[in-house]
C-alpha cells in the first residue's frame, strides 16, 4: 500500500453524504461490514479517485477498532464511526511536504478518540429520538394503519442518517478549509508522529490479542508471528 | 415450499432494518413489527380489533442479535399458525428465544467473527492487495447471509422444534477456533506490518524493523494484559505523541 498526496475528487460535504450513507451500515441497516474502515475508506478512497490512499487509511484504522463489542444494548464509544472519519480525513487533507503518511495519520489520530466518543452521544441521541416513532407506530396501530412499521423504519434511518452527516460534516468541512497550511513548517513533528502511526496499530493488534485469548493462546501468536515472517519474505 | 421460501425471503429482506429505529424504550420492536407484518396480515385483516391487538403486542420490547431476529420472527410466525394455544406458546418462544440468541449472536458475530474476518484482509492489505477489503465483505457476510436466511426459513419450517438444533450450540462450538485465528492473524499483522512500508518502524531495514515491531508489539501486549484498556492506553499515547510532537516542531523551528 502507498499513497502519494491525496487530492479527493469530491467536494467535503459530498464526502459527508456518502460516509452518512455508508454508516447506515453499522446499525440502521443491514450490518454487512461496508462501515469497516477497512471497507467503507476504501470505499471512500474510490469516491475521491484515490482507492490506494483509502486502503491505507482504512487500514490503520481498522486496527484501532478490532476490539469494539456493543453487547446487548450498550453503546460503547462509536471507534467504527471515528475510524470512518479518519479515513475520510486522510482523504480530504492535502499531504504536506515532508510528511509521511504514518505521519499524517498518526496527526489524524490524535483526534480519533474524541470524535469516537463525540459518535456515541449522537448515537445515544438519536437512540433517545427513536422513542417517537415507537409512539407514532403505537397510535398508528390504534388507528389500524398498516403503514406504521415503514413510518417508524423510515424516521429512524433518517435519523441515524442525519446524526452521522451532522458528524461528518463537523470534522470534514473545517479540515478541508484548513487544507493542512503551517504544517510543512511543523515538519519538525513529522518523525514523533510517524513513530506514533506507526506504533498505534500495533497496540491495537495487542488489545486484540489481550481481549479475545484463550488458553495456549501464546503458542497462537508465536504461529502467526511465523506465518507472517515467511508471507513478507516472499513478498520481499 | 415455494411459498414458505418467500415468505423467508420477505422475513429475511424486511430484518435488513432490524434496528432502524432502536430506540431504549422499545428497542428493535418497530424492526421486529416490520418483519412481522405480512405474517400478521395473513392472519388478521388489517385494521381490524385482532390485528390491532397483534401489532401492539409486536411493539412491547424486542431485542436480539439483528442477524437471529428473523429466526425469532419466523419461529413466532410457525407457531401462531397452531391456533390459540400456537398463540400462546408463541410468546413464550420470543422472549426466551430473543434472550439466548442476543447473547450467542454477540459472542460470535461481534467479539470473534468480525475481527476475525477484519484481520484476514487486514493481512491481504499489508501485503499489498489492493482489493483486500473485498476480503473482509466476503469472509464475513458469506456466513452472516447464510445464517440470516437459514434462520428465516428453519423458523418458518420448524417452528418450536428449532431450539433442538439450537440446542447443539453450531455456533459457540465455533469459538476456540475462531479465538485461536484471531491470535494468529493478529501475530502475521505484526510481522507482515514490522517488514512492509510504509509501516516499518526501521524504513528500508526488514529484519531489525521485524523485531522492533515484535518487541514493540509485546510492549503494548503487557499491560493490556495487566488490565489497561486500550481506551487509556491510546489516550495517555496521543498526548504523549502531542507533547512531543509540538515540542519537537519548535525546537526544530
Given at each position: 500500500m502507498s499513497a502519494a498526496g491525496h487530492a479527493c475528487a469530491l467536494s467535503a460535504p459530498g464526502l459527508a453524504a456518502l460516509l452518512?450513507?455508508?454508516?447506515?451500515?453499522?446499525?440502521?441497516?443491514?450490518?454487512?461490514?461496508?462501515?469497516?474502515?477497512?471497507?467503507?475508506?476504501?470505499?471512500?478512497?474510490?469516491?475521491?479517485?484515490?482507492?490506494?490512499?483509502?486502503?491505507?487509511?482504512?487500514?490503520?484504522?481498522?486496527?484501532?477498532?478490532l476490539t469494539d463489542l456493543p453487547v446487548g444494548a450498550s453503546v460503547p464509544p462509536d471507534s467504527?464511526?471515528?475510524?470512518?472519519?479518519?479515513?475520510?480525513?486522510?482523504?480530504?487533507?492535502?499531504?504536506?511536504?515532508?510528511?509521511?503518511?504514518?505521519?499524517?495519520?498518526?496527526?489524524?489520530?490524535?483526534?480519533?478518540?474524541?470524535?469516537?466518543?463525540?459518535?456515541?452521544?449522537?448515537?445515544?441521541?438519536?437512540?433517545?429520538?427513536?422513542?417517537?416513532?415507537?409512539?407514532?407506530?403505537?397510535?398508528?396501530?390504534?388507528?389500524?394503519?398498516?403503514?406504521?412499521?415503514?413510518?417508524?423504519?423510515?424516521?429512524?434511518?433518517?435519523?441515524?442518517?442525519?446524526?452521522g452527516l451532522l458528524l461528518a460534516?463537523?470534522?470534514?468541512?473545517?479540515?478541508?478549509?484548513?487544507?493542512?497550511?503551517?504544517?510543512?513548517?511543523?515538519?519538525?513533528?513529522?518523525?514523533?508522529?510517524?513513530?506514533?502511526g506507526r506504533l498505534v496499530p500495533l497496540a491495537g493488534l495487542a488489545a486484540l490479542v489481550a481481549q479475545r485469548r484463550r488458553p495456549r493462546w501464546p503458542v497462537a501468536l508465536a504461529a502467526g508471528v511465523g506465518a507472517g515472517v515467511l508471507a513478507g519474505r516472499v513478498l520481499a | 415450499m415455494s411459498g414458505r421460501l418467500g415468505r423467508a425471503a420477505g422475513i429475511f429482506l424486511r430484518g435488513l432494518f432490524v434496528q432502524a429505529s432502536w430506540s431504549f424504550q422499545r428497542m428493535q420492536s418497530p424492526g421486529y413489527f416490520l418483519m412481522r407484518a405480512p405474517s400478521l396480515a395473513r392472519r388478521h385483516a388489517p385494521g381490524s380489533p385482532a390485528w390491532t391487538q397483534a401489532a401492539l403486542a409486536d411493539l412491547q420490547t424486542f431485542n436480539t442479535h439483528p442477524y437471529l431476529a428473523g429466526l425469532v420472527a419466523g419461529t413466532v410466525a410457525r407457531e401462531e399458525e397452531g391456533g390459540?394455544?400456537?398463540?400462546?406458546?408463541?410468546?413464550?418462544?420470543?422472549?426466551?428465544?430473543?434472550?439466548?440468541?442476543?447473547?450467542?449472536?454477540?459472542?460470535?458475530?461481534?467479539?470473534?467473527?468480525?475481527?476475525?474476518?477484519?484481520?484476514?484482509?487486514?493481512?491481504?492489505?499489508?501485503?499489498?492487495?489492493?482489493?483486500?477489503?473485498?476480503?473482509?465483505?466476503?469472509?464475513?457476510?458469506?456466513?452472516?447471509?447464510a445464517l440470516r436466511g437459514w434462520g428465516a426459513f428453519a423458523g418458518l419450517a420448524r417452528g418450536r422444534e428449532i431450539v433442538t438444533v439450537l440446542q447443539r450450540r453450531p455456533l459457540a462450538r465455533s469459538l476456540p477456533a475462531l479465538a485461536a485465528a484471531i491470535t494468529a492473524f493478529a501475530g502475521a499483522a505484526v510481522a507482515l506490518a514490522g517488514q512492509r512500508a510504509p509501516w516499518q518502524l526501521v524504513p528500508g531495514d526488514g529484519?531489525?524493523?521485524?523485531?522492533?515491531?515484535?518487541?514493540?508489539?509485546?510492549?503494548?501486549?503487557?499491560?493490556?494484559?495487566?488490565?489497561?484498556?486500550?481506551?487509556?492506553?491510546?489516550?495517555?499515547?496521543s498526548v504523549a505523541a502531542l507533547l512531543a510532537g509540538a515540542a519537537r516542531a519548535v525546537v526544530t523551528a
Open positions: 452518512a450513507a455508508i454508516g447506515l451500515d453499522q446499525v440502521a441497516f443491514g450490518q454487512f461490514m461496508i462501515s469497516q474502515p477497512l471497507v467503507g475508506g476504501w470505499l471512500l478512497g474510490w469516491a475521491c479517485g484515490d482507492p490506494a490512499s483509502g486502503l491505507l487509511a482504512g487500514a490503520f484504522f481498522q486496527m484501532l477498532c467504527g464511526f471515528a475510524g470512518l472519519v479518519g479515513a475520510a480525513a486522510f482523504l480530504v487533507l492535502p499531504r504536506p511536504a515532508g510528511w509521511s503518511d504514518p505521519a499524517l495519520l498518526g496527526l489524524l489520530c490524535l483526534g480519533f478518540l474524541p470524535v469516537a466518543h463525540l459518535a456515541r452521544a449522537a448515537d445515544l441521541a438519536v437512540r433517545r429520538g427513536n422513542r417517537h416513532w415507537v409512539a407514532l407506530a403505537e397510535s398508528m396501530a390504534r388507528r389500524g394503519n398498516a403503514r406504521l412499521a415503514q413510518a417508524a423504519t423510515l424516521g429512524g434511518l433518517l435519523g441515524f442518517y442525519a446524526r460534516l463537523a470534522v470534514l468541512v473545517p479540515l478541508a478549509a484548513w487544507g493542512g497550511r503551517g504544517l510543512a513548517e511543523a515538519a519538525g513533528a513529522e518523525p514523533v508522529l510517524a513513530l506514533f | 390459540a394455544e400456537g398463540a400462546s406458546v408463541a410468546a413464550g418462544l420470543k422472549r426466551s428465544l430473543m434472550c439466548s440468541l442476543g447473547g450467542v449472536g454477540d459472542e460470535f458475530f461481534w467479539a470473534h467473527a468480525r475481527p476475525a474476518a477484519a484481520l484476514l484482509a487486514l493481512l491481504f492489505a499489508l501485503a499489498g492487495a489492493s482489493w483486500a477489503a473485498v476480503v473482509l465483505l466476503v469472509a464475513y457476510n458469506v456466513p452472516h447471509l529484519a531489525a524493523s521485524l523485531a522492533l515491531a515484535v518487541a514493540a508489539f509485546l510492549g503494548l501486549l503487557l499491560p493490556q494484559l495487566r488490565g489497561l484498556s486500550f481506551g487509556r492506553l491510546l489516550a495517555a499515547a
